[in-house]
């Protein structure tokens, strides 16, 4: 089974340098408060896995990659043979992941099956539960340690609400990262404030992130601030 909800045609800005077309995937492993994709976490597949093959064999040559988003897309242990058949089509693919499913993320990168990741990184070990509803940050760092150790090319991210993460939180974050070798930008993304309805009702922040407070001790790049 592969819970696809829905797909978005095209987009020249969700996959770095590429044109691609989107598709959600239905529910997730957390539960983060300001996660304003309630439909899609708790949602269930509204589209056959052959409808999307079928658009995307309509698309090559006009399209350069497909991107996985959701919800959680490694929820589905079919995303791998789902991805060889668009790897086969010629497409690129990228993955936006929690990093709760270690082994399908290593099978997708092992298999040559992903050529970009986006992975967030929640808040750090003490936070994590409070912000994910989920204890695993044990298996969250499996993920990291691995794509870091490996030769495929990710993003790590952390959305603020600051009613979530402060700045020491973030430095905390900058910190694991610079220890663990990680070489690439760290993206930090404002909460987007929105008029939809949040997993956990959370609202606008009270106040917004002081930018001047976060360390350089790796390259960082705030988006939307
Ligand atoms: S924001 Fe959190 S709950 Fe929402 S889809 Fe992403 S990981 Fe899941």
Redesign the pocket.
């Known amino acids: 089974m592969l819970g696809i909800y829905s797909i978005q045609k095209f987009s020249s800005l969700d996959f770095p340098g590429r044109l691609c077309a989107i598709l959600w995937f239905s529910g ?5 408060p ?4 309630k439909d ?2 708790f949602g269930e597949k509204q589209i056959e896995e052959d409808e999307v093959l079928e658009f995307l064999k309509k698309r090559i040559g006009l399209l350069d990659g497909v991107s996985f988003t ?3 897309a490694t929820l589905y242990k079919n995303i791998i043979p789902f991805s060889r058949k668009i790897k086969e089509m010629g497409f690129e693919i990228k993955l ?1 992941t ?1 990093g709760l499913n270690f082994d399908v993320v290593r099978e997708m990168v092992e298999e040559n099956l992903v050529d970009y990741i986006a992975l ?1 990184f ?1 808040a750090p070990p003490e936070k994590f539960e409070t912000v ?2 989920n204890k695993h940050f044990d298996k969250y760092e499996k993920t990291l340690d691995f794509l870091i150790s490996s030769d495929v090319e990710f993003e790590v991210r952390t ?1 603020i609400h600051t009613d979530l993460l402060d700045e020491n939180d973030i430095n905390e974050i900058i910190k694991i990262l610079h220890t663990k070798g990680y070489k690439g930008k760290y993206y930090l993304q404002n909460y987007f404030e929105t008029d939809k309805e949040t ?1 956990g009702n959370i609202g606008p922040q009270k106040r917004k992130l002081d930018t001047s407070k976060i360390s350089d001790l790796i390259p960082v790049e705030f988006r939307n601030f």
């Not at 997730?28 to 983060?32: I, P």
């Open positions: 997730c492993n957390m539960r983060c300001y996660c304003y994709n899609v976490v959701g919800g959680e936006d929690n967030d929640k994910t509803k959305t997993l």
